[in-house]
């Protein structure tokens, strides 16, 4: 009787779950997640311009501002740095694409400075505004500077370099990634006595704890000191999870 309870019992288990209870005999699946990098020499420098103007009141403010701004954007494109826009092509795999995707110049803001009581001073207004460029070159950067400074600008420490272009650049760390991956699937393989045998799929779908610890990895590589010998290079990162089969 036991018997065929046991016969009964099995022949309302899913398949399934008898094909995972048993020793695995026929292919196996192993999905690798994989990170693939590559250095890029940077192609352009960010750059990041608090621009400010004075006047008697905001509106005596705001068009002494647009007059810097007018003479200052005339000096950095005749020294071929131009205004920085938003990349709309670039993909935020890494903090470099990321502040690619990013341009323009910030809202101006206005305040009123403060004169002593017994002062014959008039308070003036003051209005400020940040402009981000790109320049070709750290040379450019450093020519532009008398400028900037000549139409009530300050120029601020951060320098980041970025690329023109991170199609290539990215397919390029996606195929170091694949790579990466194969390696570890042969590492599975040999472990069990099997081989690699096909890819079964491709994810770009990103692990949101290991996407954060890179992204601030990055971020203590970009604005760590650098050395003056070195050259800047752009790390371009691509994280993927690639699914293979193993067989005998």
């Known amino acids: 009787m036991k018997k065929y309870a046991l016969a009964l019992a099995l022949a309302g288990v899913p398949t399934s779950v008898l094909a995972q209870a048993a020793p695995a005999t ?6 690798i997640v994989a990170s693939g990098k590559i250095e890029v020499p940077a192609q352009r420098f960010r750059i990041s311009v608090k621009l400010t103007g004075k006047g008697k009141d ?4 705001g068009v002494a501002l647009a007059a810097n701004r007018a003479k200052l954007l005339a000096a950095m494109s005749a020294l071929s740095i131009r205004e920085a826009q938003a990349d709309a092509s670039a993909v935020p795999s890494s903090i470099s694409s990321l502040m690619s995707m990013f341009g323009g110049r910030s809202k101006p803001t206005f305040s009123m400075e403060a ?25 450019a950067i450093a020519s532009a500077k008398p400028s900037i400074e000549a139409n009530s600008g300050v120029l601020e420490d951060d320098v980041i370099p970025l690329l023109a272009d991170y199609l290539v650049p990215t397919r390029q760390a996606k195929a170091a990634a694949i790579k990466n ?3 570890e699937a042969d590492a599975y393989a040999a472990s069990l006595g099997l081989r690699r045998a096909s890819v079964s799929k491709i994810s770009e779908r990103q692990d949101i704890a290991a996407s954060a610890l890179g992204f ?17 290079e752009v790390t ?7 699914e293979f089969q193993l067989t005998r």
């Open 181 to 183: 991956a194969q390696i």
């Open 58 to 61: 905001e509106a005596a403010a």
């Open 115 to 139: 004169v002593e009581e017994n002062s014959d001073a008039e308070p003036q207004s003051t209005a400020t505004e940040t402009l981000m460029f790109d320049a070709p070159s750290r040379a």
């Open 216 to 232: 601030v990895t990055q971020l203590i590589s970009m604005f760590a000191p650098k050395s003056e010998q070195k050259s800047d």
């Open 236 to 242: 371009v990162l691509a994280n993927l999870t690639v």
């Open 26 to 31: 026929g292919p196996v699946s192993v999905e």
